[in-house]
């Protein structure tokens, strides 16, 4: 009968790792260790890695004088130097959309030129390339219409309808005699409402009296 004798190297082998082994308990031996290491263990529990960079930290860069020069080159300088968020208004207080950007020219800029973090929105006051600045700063678009019949007297007629709530049943008319159509509302100003300014707003109709911008009313 044919006898399978076991090998004594595997127990000769086991018993060379346990003598090798780390002593219970004394958590001496880095290879056997699981107490993390000193970065490790400093970040648990804090959450630092998780927090948002402070102010301090954040991107900034020089925002240059951009009044005088066209919008469209205001923007591309302004995106040059690392300021992406950016938007126009009409100075003039018209509600004008600036459709295309090298026919308007910038006339102020918020915020002033300096060092600002490059997330800063860039908001450039603007009018057509052919008008001139106004000379008290950029003209405020009235706040929304509350209880009260606001004056819009000299705003476009854009404007006024933005400011009245959007229930509100408007009507315009030429006041200048010529009986014309009010298409382009930004290009209208407006002379006179009914209700008048001041007056209690309840939900009634509001005419508009409207003439075009340059003309007399």
Known sequence: MRIIRASAAPALLLAAL????????????????????????????TGEAAEEPSAATKST????????????????????????????????????????????KVCSQTPEPGTHATDTEVDFGTVKLEESCPEGGDQGEPEEAGSTMPDFTGKSVKVARQALDSSTSITVDDVSGQGRMVLVESNWRVCSTDPAAGAELDGQPVTIGAVKFGESC
């Open 61 to 104: 860069a020089a925002l240059p004088d951009m009044v005088g020069k066209g919008l469209q080159s205001a923007q591309d300088e302004a995106q040059a130097v690392g300021f992406y968020f950016l938007t126009s208004h009409d100075a003039l207080g018209r509600g004008r959309n600036q459709i295309l950007d090298r026919g308007w």
């Open 18 to 45: 346990t003598a090798c082994g780390p002593t219970a308990g004394t958590g001496t031996d880095d290879a056997w260790s699981t107490t993390p290491s000193a970065p490790e263990a400093s970040l648990a529990g």
